[in-house]
């Protein structure tokens, strides 16, 4: 379940008050002014879990940037901070590791629907990150095994088991097969 709060704050702010004591091992994102917390569950990081292996191992072999899990937060605009499931960022946008957030969106953002998401808020998050300079987004839908790759709002494609995700000219010659992020 998700729980919303209304709140008016920069995100410097929102960073501090998400340090709290009593916020200190819960996950929140701030939306428009709305704190939104997000409720773990074990298919979404699962799934994660295998595109954030699968990148880790290209950016292994290939150290042009990082990759963050889910507790990654990220500045998209001033008035929200994402905690996508999987990011990359080039060690060009950013090359020390921040100690809280990242003050730049990432370049690509991967969101897994979990049970509390629907499509609708999934695909305004993917409109969130492409609006604040984010060059790839992928939208995860476990229930049909299904992959939207963004580009842009107008520049959506739908990927399923048999097909292959890109790395595009972020991650360069990276492939991940759709099936393998299922098992």
């Not at 209304?6 to 916020?23: G, K, S, V």
Request: include cysteine; charge should be negative; aromatic fraction near 10%.
């Amino acid at each position: 379940m998700t729980q919303r709060e209304t709140i008016h704050m920069t995100i410097e702010a929102f960073w501090d008050w998400c340090e709290l004591p009593e916020n200190a091992e819960r996950l929140f994102e701030l939306i428009d002014g709305e704190i939104i917390e997000k409720m773990p569950s074990f298919e979404p990081s699962h799934i994660a879990g295998w595109i954030l292996t699968y990148i880790n191992l290209y950016l292994l072999q290939n150290p042009i940037g990082r990759v963050s899990g889910a507790d990654g937060t990220y500045k998209v605009s001033d008035m929200r901070s994402l905690i996508p499931d999987v990011a990359y960022i080039s060690k060009a946008r950013m090359p020390d590791i921040p100690k809280r957030g990242v003050l730049v969106p990432p370049d690509l953002a991967v969101e897994v629907m979990s049970p509390t998401d629907s499509k609708l808020a999934l695909r305004r998050k993917a409109k969130m990150y492409l609006e604040a300079g984010t060059t790839l987004v992928w939208l995860v839908f476990p229930d049909t095994q299904q992959v939207e790759v963004y580009h842009s709002a107008d520049d959506v494609v739908t990927i399923g088991m048999d097909g292959t995700l890109d790395g595009y000219a972020l991650l360069p010659g990276f492939t991940l097969v759709v099936s393998a992020i299922f098992a």
